[in-house]
């Protein structure tokens, strides 16, 4: 059995730690609309009479039905069963997948006029906001600790 010329084989990127759930909409806004751009643009073409291979659509229509699939789930109820890092890193995925049939699309002769692969996002600075916050916890603490302290001296 021969293997379909259509496979993919990738390593995913990692998200940026930490990965708040308003980072991973707005990176999945942006690799939607990378794949909307890539489909416009072959159906175009194939509109216009470029010859596309069968198993090339039904395999870029099973990637699309996938990624509607998860990024509507994610949208509606993955926000609260699902990492952030986890929903980044599968967003990541689908987009360099979607760079792979780019690449296989122009292969066959199609001359993709939307947007192509974006810089990714970066998440916030979450983990700067810790140390800061943190840091003001101690002190408010430690000035409690004197107030309470100094107050107990003078009481006595």
Do not use: C, H
């Not at 929903?87 to 199609?110: I, P």
């Not at 970066?122 to 107030?147: E, R």
């Amino acid at each position: 059995m021969m293997a379909s010329p259509f496979t993919f084989t990738f390593s995913p990127p990692s998200s940026p730690t930490p990965t708040l759930p308003g980072d991973v909409i707005s990176y999945m806004i942006q690799v939607d609309g990378e794949i909307e751009a890539l489909n416009n643009d072959m159906i175009t073409a194939i509109s216009a009479g470029l010859l596309v291979p069968q198993d090339f659509r039904v395999q870029r229509n099973a990637f699309y039905q996938e990624w509607r699939t998860f990024s509507g789930t994610y949208l509606a109820t993955g926000l609260i069963n699902t990492l952030p890092s986890t929903a980044w890193d599968q967003t990541a995925q689908y987009e360099s997948k979607n760079e792979v049939w780019r690449e296989k699309f122009k292969a066959l002769g199609g001359a993709p006029v939307g947007p192509g692969p974006q810089e990714r996002p970066q998440g916030a600075d979450v983990t700067g906001a810790v140390k800061w916050g943190a840091a003001a916890v101690i002190a408010a603490v430690a000035a409690y600790g004197v107030y309470r302290f100094a107050d107990k001296k003078r009481s006595n």
